[in-house]
T-cell receptor, first 116, second 113 residues
């Protein structure tokens, strides 16, 4: 069974700080990893997708890395802004045996607050 | 390009009733997945459909069912509602047959009284 853990559970930082969110997974036989953002009461917005053959992906102030062999990913947010406040979710596709179609295994998320 | 559309956005039901939720995927996407999100359990996979066929199913009781139509639109149904079914139900679509990047809708918030 694939299990995903995110650390920390919550993070509060002043505006302008660079920060790192961590994600670990138990089965390294994944085909991809996605980072999502969720605002309160809303759906999930895809931030970055890393295929299992890739080491990192970048989009604007966001950079995600993947170390499949150690079962870890990090999401780096540069120069944080109050608008970055949200819950950040890490999800892996594959691993844990069984069929993988359409199935992502999610972590519990990191609640990020960026205060002015 | 329109995103994933889910209806209704909010609904209230009572125990024992049934509910049907609808999802329209991104144009051209043929894979649709459903997830349940609750404060206690987080996001859990319900099932996935591709070309009107269920290819994958999560660990939920048989009260949870779904289907997909020829235009890729999908519905999920929950029968004999229980209080614990109160949740945000999220639909996601994928271009690469369900193993690629998933794009989520805004969800349907179900409250069971």
């Amino acid at each position: 069974k694939q299990e995903v853990t995110q650390i920390p559970a919550a993070l509060s930082v002043p505006e302008g700080e660079n920060l790192v969110l961590n994600c670990s997974f138990t089965d390294s036989a994944i085909y991809n990893l996605q980072w999502f953002r969720q605002d309160p009461g809303k759906g999930l917005t895809s931030l970055l997708l890393i295929q299992s053959s890739q080491r990192e992906q970048t989009s604007g102030r966001l950079n995600a890395s993947l170390d499949k062999s150690s079962g870890r990913s990090t999401l780096y947010i540069a120069a944080s802004q109050p608008g970055d406040s949200a819950t950040y979710l890490c999800a892996v596709g594959g691993g844990g045996g069984g069929t993988s179609y359409g199935k992502l295994t999610f972590g519990q998320g990191t609640i990020l607050t960026v205060h002015p | 390009k329109a995103g994933v559309t889910q209806t209704p956005r909010y609904l209230i039901k009572t125990r024992g009733q049934q509910v049907t939720l609808s999802c329209s995927p991104i144009s051209g996407h043929r894979s649709v997945s459903w997830y349940q999100q609750t404060p206690g359990q987080g996001l859990q996979f319900l099932f996935e459909y591709f070309s009107e066929t269920q290819r994958n199913k999560g660990n939920f009781p048989g009260r949870f069912s779904g289907r997909q139509f020829s235009n890729s639109r999908s519905e999920m149904n929950v029968s004999t509602l229980e209080l614990g079914d109160s949740a945000l139900y999220l639909c996601a679509s994928s271009l690469r047959g369900g193993i690629g990047e998933l794009f989520f809708g805004e969800g349907s918030r179900l409250t069971v009284l």
